[in-house]
């Protein structure tokens, strides 16, 4: 099973966005060098504690450092901007980059109300979603000299397409394209079950893909001890409770215990949405990871995790393939 890794290049308490730059460079290096199959960044709007709001410029920074391995969009919020837009953009990656570039696709504004009125768009955007991926498919096709409008770059890039999604509709949309689909289950699993089941049973085989091809996400927090990891995590906590409360800030740094910062009645929603988890040793995180396969049978998985500190961060993601290495061989066996 290929195993990916999904970044949002957070700025933690006590550094800048440079260091956050630096230290996604410095992860997607040895992300390639432990065997990740794909480096995907995220658009967020409007919020200190992530510097990806530039994804496509991100993307491209990524794969000038890295060689092999595929640097993609998980994802790019369409009604945020033109499809020839989008289509120039990654046309121009993909032509720097042959064959390393994904996009994904979402239809969520990547921000609050604020950040669709600074960004001029409106909720009708997000209607036309369906028909604006159909009109990235042709700017990505074969170019068609009678078209009175072309992707230059981008025509006959044949950039691949991911429809992303907490929902059932993204789900829906993906099926009726035949597109793979990735479901954001690392902060809204509530739909996970549902979702792959309408997606594997609506599914429309196309050029692009004859069988459903589906990925769902996961938080990975692995550390030498127990506790260590428990204590990581608690930086992720602690941001996703400000952010549903109101106060986004950068990613914080770890507490010895989560109950003296996150309130009691917001903890246990905290950690619902954070369910599909794996958190402790690589023995724990690998028992995890397996049983959360085992459950929804994910053709893909892409692993994601707020740490504070980036060298505990590298250390979890290389546990995490270590991991999904032995998972794999196991499989085979």
């Known amino acids: 099973m290929k195993y990916s890794l999904l970044d949002l290049a957070p700025v933690p308490e006590g550094s ?6 630096r230290n996604t460079g410095n992860l997607a290096q040895h992300a390639e060098s432990w065997g990740y199959h794909r480096y995907w960044l995220a658009e967020h709007h409007n919020m200190p504690g992530i510097a990806s709001a530039a994804t496509a410029v991100l993307i491209g920074h990524v794969a000038g450092l890295t060689k092999s391995i595929r640097v993609g969009a998980g994802g790019i919020m369409l009604p945020n901007h033109a499809p020839l837009a989008v289509a120039e953009g990654f046309g121009t990656l993909a032509t720097l980059y042959p064959n390393r570039i994904d996009l994904g696709l ?10 669709m009125q600074a960004m001029g768009v409106t909720h009708e955007r997000a209607d036309r979603f369906p028909d604006e991926v ?18 230059h770059p981008g025509a006959g890039t044949e950039v691949p397409l991911w429809i992303l999604g907490s929902s059932l509709y993204g789900a829906q949309v993906a099926a009726h394209f035949g597109l793979p689909y990735a479901f954001a289950s690392h902060f809204a699993p509530a739909a996970l079950d549902q979702a792959f089941r309408v997606y594997r049973d609506k599914f429309q085989p ?9 990925m769902m996400a996961i938080n990975v ?3 030498d001890t127990e506790a260590e990891a428990i204590r990581i995590r608690t930086s992720m906590q602690q941001a996703f409770y400000r952010l549903r409360s109101g106060q986004p800030g950068k990613l914080p740094y770890p507490v010895d215990r989560i109950e003296d910062v996150v309130p009691p009645q917001y903890l246990a929603g905290v950690n619902d949405a954070q369910r599909v988890s794996a958190v402790g040793t690589p023995d724990q995180v690998e028992a995890q990871i397996k049983a959360f396969i085992d459950a929804y049978q994910p053709d893909e998985v892409i692993l994601s995790g707020h740490i504070h500190d980036h060298k505990a961060r590298l250390h979890s993601y290389e546990i995490a ?11 085979a066996a």
């Open 106 to 115: 979402g239809r969520a504004p990547g921000g609050d109300h604020a950040v």
């Open 321 to 331: 393939a270590d991991v999904m290495a032995r998972l794999t061989r196991k499989d």
């Open 221 to 223: 927090i692995a550390a």
């Open 206 to 214: 196309s050029d692009t893909l004859s069988k459903p091809h589906a």
């Open 134 to 151: 159909a009109e990235l498919q042709r700017l990505f096709g074969p170019l068609n000299p009678a078209a009175a409008v072309s992707a």
């Open 16 to 21: 800048d966005a440079a260091d956050a730059l």
